[in-house]
């Protein structure tokens, strides 16, 4: 199947927008940097007034032409707000796309002795590091989004022994090969999307881990028939909102919630909805204008 590229340059102000509407309708992973080269999931320290671009892939689906015009609207009402380039439409093939996507997923280190290394680079591990092997085809979670950077640090520091996970919106799979890697016994992982289905399941299986996973395409509540130690989610303050008392009911008295995928402005929204489901806060993360939540039953 061949892709839509599609790509616009902003001004640094529009790029968090810009990035969720290429989310929203994309349903793809979104890659952003500086026009002259910056590139933040490598770290390094943008000039703030340099234009960004912004750039995601959309399979040529029958979905195709509705996301595509639902994302052009959206570039032209915000270029109401601020000047942006016209959005550039192109058509890549697979293996176009493929390494187009390479370019911007590389070696990562995370918290005290995680690395998420992609499956196309060779590393070898210092000490007592645990490598995360990622080949996340159209699937969300490779590690540099602030959100699942925030999550891999939460999961390092909580995950015991023998916990029972519970990865809800699983993507690339990446949260629950840590779990497993760190300690944990056994994972469901579940996500709505195919395409996540089949990442999750390919990484999982190349990383040895398929016997102590079982991957399932829907969303909770599932007949578990144990509640979970733990569950980490990774997904959107809407989703998160709607399915509050499903999470607390899956999780075991003393299990643990960490969730994320949520913007500042929504925070207050999304704990409110935690309280009321049941669940304590025990920590609230900041990186950028994102937050990572602690929550146990």
């Known amino acids: 199947m061949d892709y839509l590229e599609l ?3 902003a001004p640094p102000e529009l790029v968090e927008p810009l990035v969720k509407l290429f989310q929203t ?3 793809q992973r979104v890659a952003v940097e500086e026009a002259g080269g910056y590139n ?5 320290v943008a000039d703030a007034e340099a234009p960004v671009i912004v750039r995601t892939y959309l399979p040529k689906n029958r979905q195709a032409a509705d996301r595509r015009a639902r994302i052009e609207a959206g570039v032209h009402l915000m270029g109401l707000i601020m000047p942006l380039t016209p959005l550039e439409v192109r058509t890549v093939a697979p293996q176009e796309w493929e390494e187009a996507w390479k ?3 590389h070696l990562l280190h995370i918290g005290k002795r995680l690395v998420v290394r992609p499956s196309w680079q060779e590393y070898e591990p210092d000490g007592d590091q645990i490598v995360l092997t990622l080949d996340p085809g159209l699937a969300f979670g ?3 989004h602030p959100t699942t950077h925030m999550v891999l640090e939460q999961i390092e520091r909580r995950v015991q022994d023998g916990m029972r996970v519970l990865d809800l919106g699983t993507g690339s799979g990446l949260l629950a090969q840590a779990a497993l890697l760190l300690g944990a016994s056994w994972v469901l992982a579940v996500d709505t999307e195919a395409d996540s289905i089949r990442s999750s399941r390919r990484n999982l299986k190349e990383a040895g881990l398929s016997k102590q996973v079982k991957i399932i395409r829907g969303s909770i509540p599932q007949p578990l028939g144990v509640d979970m130690d733990m569950m980490v989610a990774n997904i959107s303050a809407k989703v998160l909102i709607e399915l509050s008392k499903d999470i607390a009911a899956a999780l075991k008295p003393g ?8 913007l500042e402005e929504r925070g207050d929204e999304v704990k409110e909805a935690f309280a009321a489901a049941g669940l304590t806060e025990v920590e609230t993360q900041h990186s950028e204008d994102w937050l990572a939540l602690v929550y146990q039953r």
Do not use: C, M, N
């Not at 933040?40 to 390094?44: K, Q």
């Not at 299990?255 to 995928?261: E, K, R, T």
């Open 142 to 144: 490779t590690g540099h």
């Open 7 to 9: 790509t616009v340059q």
């Open 40 to 44: 933040p999931d490598e770290g390094e």
């Open 103 to 105: 370019a911007h997923f």
């Open 255 to 262: 299990g643990v919630l960490i969730a994320s995928g949520v």
């Open 25 to 27: 309708y994309g349903k």
